[in-house]
């Protein structure tokens, strides 16, 4: 507010606004002031892997993505719905790239987001099993409105993972979203997931409400690389 105030008085009289225009402008600076910060404090708490925005994200049918799939879920309804979002595609096609955009737009929405990778879901899960903090954790998840789950299937799913996950997925169905991405197609998750009767919950869980991103075409790393 000081600064807009400071703004406004660098004006020359005659082009300085009137008392209610003047309060307008320093309450609206306040406002986008505040959800600046509250936006950076939650990109922070994210620990979101890229600096991924929603409008740099390539769409065309080469990648069997379209603007009009990306615009259905740039609004951040899909998380007042408790819809979860499953990214699958071979490497380097630019999922994580898109889990995190996504992920991004939904801190600037001022939804509470984390990022997890499978190898640190996986330390997180037997540190907390250790140090006693398992319950405050699942908690945590519970509590978070956005939950990115990145490189699913690239490590071997034992019991307590299993166990773990299908205890996440019960606290938040139908009230938090999940965003899973994997190089493995959707259809070969069972199989991945391993114990019928628990994958067949776990599926429950997840697809029955997800948004589904099926990216197709060569690497995106690879086309980089040969670009530069």
């Known amino acids: 507010m000081a600064d807009a105030y400071q703004a406004v008085l660098s004006l020359p ?16 600076a306040e406002i986008q002031h505040r959800a600046h910060l509250r936006t950076q404090a939650l ?58 955009a996504i992920g991004r737009q939904a801190c600037t929405f001022g939804y509470k987001t984390i990022y997890l990778g499978m190898t640190r879901f996986l330390e997180k899960i037997t540190q907390t099993k250790l140090d006693g903090t398992y319950i405050k954790m699942l908690n945590q998840i519970e509590k ?42 959707v259809n070969k998750w069972y199989e991945y997931i391993g114990e019928n009767t628990v994958a067949d919950a776990i599926m429950d869980r997840l697809s029955g409400n997800a948004h589904r991103f ?9 086309k980089k690389t040969e670009k530069n």
């Open 43 to 100: 990109l922070k708490l994210s620990k979101l892997r890229y600096h991924a925005v929603i409008e740099q994200v390539y769409c065309n049918s080469g990648r069997n993505l379209t603007q009009d799939q990306l615009m259905n879920i740039a609004d951040c309804s899909f998380i007042e719905r408790a819809e979860n979002i499953l990214i699958t595609g071979a490497t380097g096609c630019g999922k994580s790239y898109l889990a995190c």
């Open 144 to 185: 978070t409105q956005l939950v990115i789950l990145d490189d699913f299937g690239l490590h071997p799913m034992d019991k307590i993972t299993r166990l773990a996950l299908l205890q996440i997925l019960e606290d938040r169905y139908g009230k938090r979203s999940t965003l899973i991405s994997s190089q493995i197609p």
């Open 13 to 28: 009289v005659q082009e300085q606004p009137s008392i209610h225009q003047f309060m307008a402008r320093l309450s609206e």
């Open 214 to 222: 099926e990216l197709k075409g060569d690497s995106l790393r690879k």
